[in-house]
C-alpha cells in the first residue's frame, strides 16, 4: 500500500522533526544560501535583528556597519549612542513600511517633515527616537546628524551584498499630515500625542505583501545583486492598542509577517526566509527560550537561532579551528523602543 | 497495608519516595540493591523479602523471594546526552577506581599527557567538545536508556517512550549520568506505580519529593547546552562542594589526582577511549 507521505524526508513529521528531539537539535531550515565571508552583511529590523548583527560579527563575518561613528566616541559611548547595533544609526525598524520610509528618505525619494519631537530642553528624531539616549542638544544638530545618517543608509543599500531583515510588528503610528510612519508612539519617548496629527495603524498582511514587494523591488533597483534574508522576531508585542487581547493581536501580528515573507521568498529570487520566530516559539522548549518576563528571548533561545543560522548560511565558510563559539552571553543587553512601553508601565505612568 | 520492598542503586530512595507519595498507607521500605557476594546484606534482604508483598528492583534475585511477592523490575537510569564528557576511570594496577567516580575525559587525558592546568583549560572549547563527538551524544544515549528500559527491567516501548517525552521536556533531567533529577525518578516511579495497582489516580497528580542526588552535580557545558537547548554552566558541585570555572575545577582534579599519588600511567578511562579521542586532543596541542 502506498500513500503520499512514504517518501518524505524526516522534517515532514512533527513526530520525528519535534517530539523526538531534543529541543536544541530542532532545525527547522530547509532552503539556504551559504554567505560568502567576504560579502558584506547588513541587518536592520526590531529588536531581535541586534541579536543577528551580534553574531554576525562575533563568527567573524563581514559585518558591515557604514555609520561606525568614526573614533570620536569611546566603545562604551559607541554602544550608548547605538552605533555598530546595526548598520547605520535607524534604530529598531518594526515594520515594513518604516523600511520603505527609510529608503524613500535616503534617496530622496519621498519628503517629510521635519518630524522633530521635544524630550525637555532636548529634541528626539522621531524617525529613529532613542538613537542619542538624552536626545540632540539643538535642532540644527539633530539635522545635521540626520543628513550624516541618511548618507550611511544609502551606503548601506547600495553596497551591502545581503540584507538580513527582521520583521517584527504590524502595528504602528503614523502621522496624519505627512503619512511617516514612527517606531514608537508619540509621547513615549518625546513628543506629544495628539489625536489631530498622529493615528493608530495595523497592516494587514496584504499591506505587509504588497511592502515587501515595494521594498524588494526598491532595493534591487538600486542594488540589483542584493540578497535578501526576512526573519520574523519571535518578540510578542508590548502592548496593541487594538481593542483585543494583547495574545490574539501578537498571534494575528506574527501571523501576517510570516506569511507575507512566506510569499517574497517565494516569488522573489535570492529572498530567503529564516525560521527564528519557528525555533523561539516551538512547544519543544517549553517556555525556556522566554524570559520570565514570557516576552523577551532567552540566551539559550538566541543562541539555538545562531547555531542554526551559522549551520545553515555561515558555516561552510570558516574553518573548524576558528569557528568562535556562539554561546551568547547572559548580559547581551537589545535596544528596544518597544520595551519602553513595558518600562512605563512599571512605573506606573500607563 | 501492603510491604513493598524498593532495590536499585543510587536511585533508590528517590524512588522509594514517590511510591511513598503514591501509597502512603503502605510500607515502603528502601533496600540499596547488595552485591551478591556480601552475604550479610544478602541475608538481611532475604528476611527482609519474606514477608513482602512487592519487590521493586534491578536485579533479578529470584532466588530471594517466593512466589507470592510480585517483583516489578526497575531500570537504572543511566543518561550521557547531558554529560558526554564524564567517565568512570581506574587508578592502579588493581584497577580500582578513582576515589570520586566521575571524571572528566579531557581532564583525565590531560593528566595523563602531563599538561598544566592553564593547558589543559584550553582544551575546553566548542571545537574540541565538537571534534570529540560531544555534540552527538543525545541520540546515542536515548537508545542506550530505551535498552536499560526494555532489555534491563522488561519495560515496554510505550513506557519507555512515556517516561521519555515526559523527562525531556523539563530540559535538564540528570544530575550526573547516573543521579537522576526528581523528575526523571518521578516518572519512574508512576511507570512502577501503575503495575503496582493500575487504578489509583493519584498517579497522574502532580507529585513531589526532595531531592537527594544533589550533593554532586556535573554542569552541562555551556556549549554542549547550546546544542541542546537547555542551559549550561561551567560550575561542578564536586561532594557538596561548589567549584566555579575550568581552571578551578582542573586544579581541582589534579590535586585530587596527586593526593590519591595516582601514577598517570595507571590512570585508565573505563570505558577506553576511542582512538580519535587522541588524535583529537594530540593534534590540538601540536597546532
Known amino acids: ?350 | 497495608m501492603k510491604k513493598i520492598l524498593v532495590s536499585s542503586n543510587c536511585q533508590t530512595g528517590g524512588l522509594a519516595a514517590v511510591l511513598k507519595y503514591i501509597f502512603p498507607g503502605d510500607q515502603i521500605l528502601p533496600f540499596a540493591a547488595p552485591d551478591i557476594k556480601d552475604f550479610t546484606r544478602v541475608a538481611q534482604l532475604h528476611s527482609e523479602l519474606e514477608d513482602a508483598d512487592a519487590w521493586i528492583t534491578t536485579n533479578t534475585y529470584d532466588f530471594l523471594v517466593k512466589d507470592s511477592t510480585q517483583i516489578i523490575l526497575t531500570p537504572r537510569i543511566t543518561f550521557f546526552g547531558f554529560h558526554p564528557d564524564i567517565t568512570y576511570a581506574r587508578r592502579n594496577p588493581n584497577r580500582s577506581k578513582t576515589l570520586f567516580h566521575y571524571n572528566s575525559k579531557i581532564a583525565l587525558w590531560a593528566y595523563k599527557r602531563g599538561l598544566t592546568v592553564n593547558d589543559a583549560a584550553l582544551l575546553y572549547t566548542k571545537n574540541i567538545y565538537q571534534s570529540l563527538g560531544y555534540f552527538d551524544f543525545w541520540d546515542n544515549s536515548v537508545d542506550y536508556l530505551k535498552k536499560r528500559f526494555l532489555h534491563e527491567a522488561g519495560m515496554s516501548q510505550s513506557d519507555f517512550l512515556g517516561f521519555y517525552l515526559s523527562v525531556k521536556r523539563g530540559g535538564n533531567f540528570m544530575h550526573t549520568i547516573n543521579h537522576p533529577m526528581p523528575l526523571a525518578l518521578i516518572e519512574l516511579g508512576r511507570i512502577i506505580a501503575r503495575k503496582l495497582d493500575d487504578s489509583i489516580d493519584i498517579v497522574n497528580r502532580p507529585i513531589s519529593i526532595p531531592d537527594t542526588l544533589i550533593q554532586t552535580i556535573w554542569p552541562i557545558y555551556p556549549e554542549i547546552a547550546e546544542q541542546l537547548g537547555v542551559a549550561g554552566s561551567y560550575i561542578w558541585k564536586i561532594n557538596g562542594i561548589s567549584i566555579h570555572g575550568v581552571h578551578d575545577f582542573l586544579t581541582y582534579t589534579f590535586n585530587d589526582y596527586k593526593d590519591q599519588k595516582i601514577n598517570p600511567a595507571y590512570l585508565e578511562p573505563e570505558p577506553t577511549l576511542p582512538d580519535f579521542f587522541n588524535e583529537v586532543l594530540e593534534s590540538y596541542i601540536k597546532s
Request: a negative charge; aromatic letters at 12%; charged letters at 20%.
Open chain 1, 1 to 350: 500500500m502506498t500513500h503520499p507521505y512514504k517518501d518524505l524526508s524526516d522534517y515532514h513529521f512533527w513526530l520525528k522533526a519535534v517530539t523526538y528531539k531534543v529541543s536544541g537539535a530542532i532545525d527547522p531550515v530547509i532552503t539556504s544560501l551559504p554567505i560568502n565571508k567576504f560579502e558584506k552583511i547588513s541587518t536592520m529590523g526590531s529588536c531581535f535583528a541586534q541579536h543577528l548583527s551580534r553574531s554576525i560579527q562575533e563568527v567573524g563575518f563581514n559585518y558591515y556597519v557604514a555609520e561606525s561613528g568614526g573614533a570620536n566616541y569611546s566603545e562604551a559611548e559607541m554602544v550608548k549612542r547605538s552605533f555598530g547595533v546595526f548598520s547605520a544609526r535607524y534604530g529598531n525598524i518594526y515594520t515594513i513600511k518604516q523600511a520603505i520610509q527609510l529608503f524613500d528618505r535616503a534617496f530622496d525619494i519621498d519628503k517629510f517633515n521635519e518630524n522633530i519631537w521635544s524630550l525637555g530642553s532636548s529634541y528626539v528624531d522621531s524617525f529613529r527616537p532613542r538613537i542619542e539616549p538624552l536626545g540632540f542638544a539643538s535642532k540644527e544638530d539633530l539635522l545635521q546628524d540626520r543628513n550624516i545618517h541618511l548618507k550611511c543608509v544609502r551606503d548601506v543599500f547600495i553596497n551591502s551584498d545581503w540584507i538580513i531583515f527582521t520583521l517584527g510588528l504590524t502595528e504602528a503610528w503614523r502621522s496624519k499630515v505627512d503619512g511617516a510612519i514612527y517606531p514608537i508612539a508619540p509621547g513615549v519617548f518625546g513628543g506629544e500625542f495628539n489625536e489631530l496629527e498622529h493615528e493608530f495603524i495595523n497592516f494587514s498582511v496584504f499591506d505587509v505583501l504588497d511592502d515587501l514587494r515595494i521594498f524588494i523591488n526598491k532595493c534591487r533597483s538600486i542594488n540589483k545583486n542584493l540578497k535578501i534574508l526576512l526573519t520574523v522576531s519571535p518578540v510578542p508585542l508590548a502592548a496593541t492598542y487594538e481593542n483585543r487581547h494583547v495574545l490574539s493581536s501578537t498571534a494575528l501580528s506574527k501571523a501576517a509577517l510570516l506569511i507575507a515573507a512566506d510569499i517574497v521568498a517565494k516569488e522573489f529570487e535570492n529572498v530567503i526566509y529564516f525560521p527564528s520566530y519557528e525555533i523561539i516559539t516551538c512547544p519543544a522548549n517549553e517556555g525556556r527560550y522566554f524570559e520570565d518576563d514570557l516576552r523577551q528571548v532567552t540566551s539559550i533561545g538566541v543562541g539555538h537561532v545562531m547555531n542554526i543560522f551559522s549551520n545553515h548560511f555561515l558555516s561552510s565558510n570558516i574553518s573548524g579551528e576558528n569557528m568562535p563559539c556562539t554561546v551568547i552571553s547572559e548580559k547581551s543587553e537589545v535596544i528596544c523602543e518597544e520595551e519602553l512601553i513595558n518600562n512605563a508601565i512599571k512605573l506606573g505612568s500607563i
